[in-house]
């Protein structure tokens, strides 16, 4: 599951890349079919990645606004200092930890351990597709999103 978690971080890392090559007006016009702009979206990956883990490790989540980090630099930085905290927690996880059952609090639902980790890994994937939609609107080659080199 970890090298899932290390692919996402790859191509998170080369969307940070893409967007210095966009003109910040295009990375915050809000577009169809995702949960807003490119940036919003960026932010969106981050933070529910590591509300996620903050649920698994502790059960508290702990609230990151939006309007706190509105600039492409912001949300690479929240993203850096998440990471380590993310990759930590992931390392610490055992195998008897993945059948644990953990409250979520945003939709009152018990999942485990396992199904949050197969979400979290899913929820980044989906989003990169939509930010490779877009940047094709923008006439722009996408991020090449391989697993295998």
Not at 2 to 28: G, M
Not at 29 to 45: A, E, K, N, P, Q
Request: proline share 1%; with cysteine.
């Amino acid at each position: 599951m970890l090298k899932l978690f290390e692919y996402n971080w790859r191509i998170r890392e080369a969307w940070f890349d893409w967007c210095r090559e966009v003109p910040h007006e295009e990375l915050t016009i809000d577009r169809v079919g995702g949960v807003g702009s490119i940036l919003y979206t960026l932010f969106h990956i981050v933070e529910v990645e590591y509300s996620w883990l903050r649920v698994i490790r502790c059960g508290e989540d702990i609230v990151v606004k939006y309007a706190d980090h509105q600039s492409l630099d912001q949300i690479q930085a929240l993203s850096n200092r998440f990471h380590q905290e993310i990759k930590q927690g992931l390392h610490s996880l055992t195998n008897r930890d993945l059948d644990n059952e953990v409250s979520v609090s945003w939709d009152n639902s018990v999942q485990t351990v396992d199904d949050i980790l197969h979400h979290m890994v899913a929820h980044e994937i989906h989003h990169s597709g939509q930010l490779s939609i877009w940047s094709r609107e923008l006439g722009r080659q996408p991020v090449v999103a391989r697993f295998l080199d």
